[in-house]
């Protein structure tokens, strides 16, 4: 006995019709078995395909959270810390030298002041110097103010980002960080 199967149809969109072909393709099946399929998989698992609250979906995303989270976290304090921590020691170290400068420059203006009152071309190099280094500073300052601000801007982007977030995203913002710091 030969039987023939009873064909119906349903009619859909042609948006749909691409994303269902899209998925045959991808699954390497014919549009009628992905659909038989999709059918068995609603029926047996009784789920409605509107609720996106599937537990597996669930655990799948915050999963990839928390390794977004801990990469984030990685790069904090394998980079952005350390750098931060040093920047600060290094203007701290630039203070100190800059006041142990000034200190002596100090006493030796009062030295050639009290034994050589014709000496004002020493004393005129030594304010320009004091002048310079303190220039210095407050670029160093400036460099500061500005690796803050590139920071800044890196910390509020990368929290911006959600899971559904691109690696290549990602990547364009650590390499649009890298390149402004390079600017500095």
């Known amino acids: 006995m030969d039987m023939q199967e009873t ?7 042609v948006q749909d019709d691409v994303k269902f072909e899209k998925i045959a393709l991808k699954l390497g099946r014919s549009k009628r078995l992905v659909f038989s399929q999709m059918l ?39 980079l952005l810390i350390p750098i931060k921590r040093d920047s600060a020691r290094m203007l701290e170290a630039m203070k100190k030298i800059v006041d142990f400068f000034n200190d002596q420059v100090a006493k030796h203006n009062r030295k050639i002041l009290d034994n050589q009152d014709g ?8 304010n320009n110097a004091v002048g310079n280094i303190n220039m210095k500073l407050k670029t160093e300052e400036r460099l500061k103010m500005s690796f803050m601000l590139i920071l800044n801007s890196y910390i ?16 364009n913002l650590a390499d649009q960080t890298r390149k402004r710091i390079d600017l500095l």
């Open 7 to 13: 064909l119906r149809t349903v009619k859909y969109s």
């Open 119 to 126: 000496q004002t071309g020493i004393l005129s190099k030594l």
């Open 156 to 171: 509020r982007e990368r929290d911006s980002f959600n899971m559904m977030t691109g690696q290549k995203e990602k990547d």
């Open 40 to 78: 068995d998989y609603f029926y047996r698992s009784k789920k409605d395909p509107t609720d996106l609250n599937d537990e597996l979906l669930k655990n799948t995303i915050l999963k990839g959270q928390k390794e977004y989270i801990g990469f984030i976290k990685t790069q904090e304090t394998e």
